[in-house]
Every structure is written in C-alpha cells, then in structure tokens.
C-alpha cells in the first residue's frame, strides 16, 4: 500500500498469540520518512500528513489540532516465526518427496518449480489453506492509534 512510517515500541497485544512484547506498526498518515530509523510510540513528534494514507487509513481528525486516530498495521514476530517455521516445514515435506525442481545453481526459491508452478507460491498458497485465509493475516493485525499532539499516545487492535 505504498510508503508508510513504522511505529516501534508498540505496546499491544498480539490477538492471536497473546504475546505482549512491544511490536512494530506501519502507518500512512505520517510524513513518509522513509530514511528515519520509525517513531518511538508515546514519545516522537510524527509529522502528521493526514490526507495521505489509503481510503480507510484515517479514523477520525479533530479540525485544529494534529490530533486523531488512524489505522496501522501491527507485525507479531512470534507469530511470524511461527508462520515462518511452517514454510520451512512444508518446503522440507516437498524436498523429501522429491517434488522441488530447481535450476542448476538454486539461490532462491523463487526460481524453483514444484509441479511445475512456482515453489514460493505453492508454499504460501499451501499456507493459505491452512490458515484459512492469507498466511499474512496469521502474524499482521490492524490497530487503531491515537495521536495526541502529534504523539502516537494509545493503541487498540480493530476487529477485521
Ligand atoms: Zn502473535
């Protein structure tokens, strides 16, 4: 969905998991600083650009101030590892029976074929199945922040 900022020490709670650990969440309402090393949740000033983002990225603007809610997209590692080792799992499952056909000098998996489709995307399309819905859903969640003053101050998870 194009350029965004990440919020970093986002304290909310994986919906799935239950992991509490701080995360990490993409927003589009702030100033695309694409070089910046992302805002600390509750202390950075973000320079907000509130008519940026996609339809549905902005929740709610209070008219004089840069006060609002926007929605962002949170990231669990956990859960993504947990996504992660199932790749590997069903990659090996199709290595041991032999289906992964690769060119001579294999860097990625991309290049190779498991029944004549692309590997990764019979993996991921795999992944799909058993999550029923996208394997990306399994480790990203929509949040709500709250910016106060320029601060992202409060964070909610949006039911999808
Ligand atoms: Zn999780």
């Known amino acids: 969905m194009g350029m ?3 919020l970093c020490e986002v304290p909310v709670k994986c919906p799935r998991c239950g992991d509490e650990s701080v995360k ?3 927003i589009w309402n702030g100033p695309k600083d694409i070089f910046g090393e992302g805002f600390v949740f509750g202390k950075d000033k973000i320079l907000m650009d509130w008519d940026s983002g996609y339809p549905g990225s902005l929740i709610a603007k209070e008219e004089w101030k840069d006060n609002g809610k926007i929605r962002g997209e ?4 956990k859960c993504e590892d947990r996504v992660d080792k199932k790749y590997e799992e069903i990659r090996e499952g199709y290595e041991i029976a032999g289906k992964i056909k690769c060119p001579e000098h294999p860097s990625i998996l991309l290049a190779c074929k498991i029944d004549g489709e692309n590997a990764a995307w019979v993996i991921q399309n795999d992944l799909d199945k058993i999550y029923g819905g996208s394997y990306w859903d399994e480790s990203h969640f929509d949040v709500a922040i709250t910016i106060k003053d320029s601060v992202a101050v409060e964070v909610e998870v949006l039911k999808r």
């Not at 949170?74 to 590692?77: D, I």
């Open 4 to 6: 965004y900022d990440t």
């Open 74 to 77: 949170a990231m669990c590692s």
């Open 24 to 26: 990490k969440v993409k």
